[in-house]
Every structure is written in structure tokens, then in C-alpha cells.
């Protein structure tokens, strides 16, 4: 029998990226737009450039970040295709029962209003 951490899932190194809050957050800083590495170490004062680079190596590594050049400066970009995979294995999966479950509370909730309505009528 093998343990999970034997298999390589393509989703691993995603799930490793998004662990960090400073990688996080230099995602939802691509989201806005694509940024120089300088313009995302000035957005995050509270740490030095270097370790930007460093969380933007394991973006990419991650393939959540692609960067392009533009004379010197290094442009980011958020890459939303692994997130989009992310999504259709954990949550797309669920969304189905979660949408039922809503529906079957909805009509639960609904069902007494409607009995009380008909008992008034009844009177």
C-alpha cells in the first residue's frame, strides 16, 4: 500500500504555492494586473525583493505564475489555468449536492408557511 505523499499529483505543487499568505497575496496582486517584480516588492513593504522572488520562483514552479520580458523589467502575470483545475476537482465536484441540499432546505423552510396559509384559508 502507498501513502498518499508517494504519488504524484499534478496538483501538489499548487496546493505547496498557495500555502503561503505572501504567495497569496502577490496572486490576488496579479489578479488586479500584471505587475513588475519591483512593482510587487513596493506593494509588499513588509518583505525585502529578494524573498518576493524567491515566493514568484515557486509561483511559477507552481505554474500559477508566467512572466514575460520587457527590456529589464520582468513582467508577472497570474496564470489561471491551475486554479481552474483546482476548482473543477475540489469544488465543481460538490457544487451539484450543495445546490440540491439548498433547494431541499428551501422547500423544508417554505413547506410551514405554506400548511399555516392553508389552515387560514381553511377557517
Not at 465543481?92 to 428551501?106: R, T
Amino acid at each position: 500500500m502507498t501513502s498518499p505523499e508517494s504519488d504524484t499529483d499534478p496538483l501538489d505543487p499548487i496546493f505547496r504555492a498557495l500555502a503561503n499568505g505572501w504567495r497569496r497575496r502577490i496572486l490576488d496582486l496579479l489578479r488586479e494586473s500584471p505587475r513588475s517584480t519591483g512593482d510587487l516588492a513596493d506593494a509588499l513593504p513588509d518583505i525585502s525583493r529578494f524573498a518576493v522572488m524567491q515566493h514568484l520562483k515557486v509561483l511559477e514552479e507552481a505554474r500559477l505564475v508566467v512572466h514575460e520580458r520587457d527590456g529589464r523589467q520582468r513582467i508577472n502575470h497570474l496564470n489561471p489555468v491551475p486554479l481552474q483545475m483546482i476548482y473543477e476537482r475540489w469544488v465543481k465536484a460538490y457544487e451539484e449536492n450543495w445546490a440540491s441540499a439548498l433547494l431541499g432546505l428551501k422547500r423544508q423552510l417554505e413547506a410551514p408557511r405554506l400548511d399555516a396559509s392553508a389552515d387560514e384559508e381553511a377557517s
